[in-house]
């Protein structure tokens, strides 16, 4: 079946630490997004990737960070810097430069304690 | 930018009754527009798409949206809602290479 796959499904980190989100697609799309979610908000953008070894800065990416290395795969990296990390992270892709609908994966929680 | 709105927060309905979620978005041409649900914990999944053509896009489980451009909005509606379609709603708008913008939602209650 092809699809995005998030994981973990649930993360519980320290404060000060940072953790990485893994997100992977066999779909085959050169494009692939994470956004966060918090509650009462939509969906914000924090980086995107239209191709392997490239990736822009979304909307708020301070205190993120990305890499590309492989179609494929999109991981995010919450750092120390991140003021307020506890939310729930959801990584998408499509098909890029063709405006089509995105596809999410079933996100991850993370909570910082 | 590009910018989208969902003026209602949440909604409730009887089930059996109909639904309409408004969106409005802002932008000087033709956008993308999506409807996308959300269920509790989970990834969003798309309802339906307009790209061009036809105003009146139908989509999955029953849902169906007109784009009207001299009021910039994509409402979507639904004939008969049932207790299944409780869930949050987004409209989102894409001009810029799959890069799209969400409103902020809107949660959509069924009463039994």
């Known amino acids: 079946d092809g699809g995005i796959t998030q994981s973990p499904k649930y993360l519980f980190r320290k404060e000060g630490q940072n953790v990485t989100l893994s997100c992977e697609q066999n779909l085959n799309h050169d494009a692939m997004y994470w956004y966060r979610q918090d509650p009462g908000q939509g969906l914000r953008l924090i980086y995107y990737?239209?191709?392997?070894?490239?990736?822009q800065k979304g909307d708020i990416a301070e205190g993120y960070s990305v890499s590309r290395e492989k179609k494929e795969s999109f991981p995010l990296t919450v750092t120390s810097a991140q003021k307020n990390p506890t939310a729930f992270y959801l990584c998408a892709s499509s098909i890029a430069r063709t405006n089509t609908e995105a596809f999410f994966g079933q996100g991850t929680r993370l909570t910082v304690v | 930018a590009q910018s989208v709105t969902q003026p209602d927060i949440h909604i409730t309905v009887s089930e059996g009754a109909s639904l309409e979620l408004r969106c409005n978005y802002s932008?000087?041409?033709?956008?993308?527009l999506f409807w996308y649900v959300q269920s509790p914990g989970q990834g969003l999944q798309l309802l339906l798409k307009?790209?061009?053509?036809?105003?009146l896009v139908q989509g999955i489980k029953g849902f169906e949206a007109e784009f009207k451009r001299s009021q910039s909005s994509f409402n979507l509606r639904k004939p008969s809602v049932h207790w299944s379609d409780a869930a949050e709603y987004f409209c989102a708008v894409d001009t810029n290479a799959g890069k799209s913008t969400f409103g902020d939602g809107t949660t959509l209650t069924v009463k039994p």
């Open positions: 307009y790209f061009s053509g036809d105003t």
């Open positions: 990737s239209q191709i392997v070894n490239d990736f």
């Open positions: 932008y000087g041409a033709t956008p993308y």
